[in-house]
């Protein structure tokens, strides 16, 4: 009964997004678009099966009526536990932070958010904005009342491939000119240190209590698996989720594997996806949902995969460790 499950896209609007998803898709909206919800449980963005038996069901319906079959028998959760958003920044987003779950359950409304972005496309000259140079907290919060912040955040250059995980008390931003796939706590909570002036919300009290001066990011290099039909690269492990990349040559096989849900993200290629006599395109920027207990299907094209997860971390550690052994 259960196979991998396509959603709609939920566009969202921004000020700083763009028009670039018309490269991969023929339903955007009107507006300067700047994120769309491709597998979300949020109520502001919740995603609506698109194909099978299940189209019409919600994630947060399809999670309670099949908890075990969708999430997998070692995901505890009230509620699907992670996000994955499409971002197309065309100007420069505001610098921004988010808490980690203790200091957003003070707050009623608000959780905890860590996240990893994978960089499907830059301009030439793309950058993003990742921790603090050089600064006391007084110093910068000085320099964020004088519109002199830029010279105490760093900036990193980059291009189409590279993959940063940000986690929760690292001050960041997403420069012009990049749109990339960002999986994430399901969590909307982001508070704004600075917005060039463009006249939204900040909340820098809250942010100066959880920024952690001492925090950085650097391009993940990841671990790479050479198969015979595709390649296999850990790139993130963490508590919260694990971010993997399969670029595969001419086929890849698998299913669920009843411990744990996946999202599989087309970040680069075409293909399409498979199961018994089923058969659904997977473009560039889009996403499938593959249940705990989904049948086995497989994918054909060229094309590279970005492979969301939550991990069991000894697990996945040892099988790591078992590829370096």
């Not at 957003?104 to 993003?128: C, N, S």
């Not at 929760?168 to 706590?185: D, K």
């Not at 293909?271 to 395109?281: F, N, V």
């Amino acid at each position: 009964m259960f196979y991998p499950l396509k959603f709609d896209h939920k566009y969202v609007e921004k000020i700083w997004g763009g028009r670039k998803f018309e490269k991969f898709r023929d339903d955007l909206p009107e507006g300067p678009i700047g994120e769309s919800w491709d597998v979300s449980a949020q109520e502001s963005g919740m995603s609506i099966a698109q194909n099978g038996k299940l189209a019409g069901k919600s994630l947060k319906e399809l999670t309670e009526m099949y908890p075990q079959q969708i999430l997998g028998k070692d995901i505890e959760a009230d509620q699907f536990p992670l996000l994955l958003k499409i971002i197309d920044a065309q100007s420069q987003l505001s610098i921004q932070v988010h808490p980690d779950d203790q200091y957003a359950a003070k707050y009623p409304g608000e959780a905890g958010k860590t996240e990893a972005w994978y960089v499907i496309d830059a301009d030439e000259d793309a950058y993003l904005i990742i921790g603090t140079e050089d600064c006391t907290e007084s110093e910068f919060k000085k320099a964020v009342k004088n519109d002199e912040i830029n010279q105490f955040v760093k900036k990193v250059r980059v291009e189409k491939g590279d993959v940063f995980f940000i986690k929760a008390g690292l001050l960041h931003a997403i420069g012009p000119g990049i749109m990339l796939a960002e999986i994430q706590q399901s969590s909307d909570t982001t508070y704004r240190v600075y917005d060039y002036g463009r006249g939204r919300e900040l909340h820098l009290s809250k942010a100066l209590d959880v920024i952690d001066f001492k925090l950085d990011s650097e391009k993940r290099k990841g671990l790479r698996v050479c198969q015979e039909d595709y390649n296999y690269s850990y790139y993130c492990l963490n508590d919260k989720f694990a971010l993997d990349i399969i670029k595969i040559k001419e086929s890849y096989q698998a299913k669920g594997d009843q411990e744990r849900f996946y999202i599989l993200t087309v970040v680069e290629g075409s293909g399409k996806i498979s199961w018994d006599d089923q058969e659904i395109e997977l473009n560039e920027t889009e996403s499938v949902l593959i249940p705990a207990y989904s049948e086995e299907f497989k994918i054909k094209g060229d094309l590279k995969l970005m492979k969301s997860y939550v991990p069991d971390l000894e697990e996945n550690r040892e099988q790591i460790l078992s590829v370096i052994e």
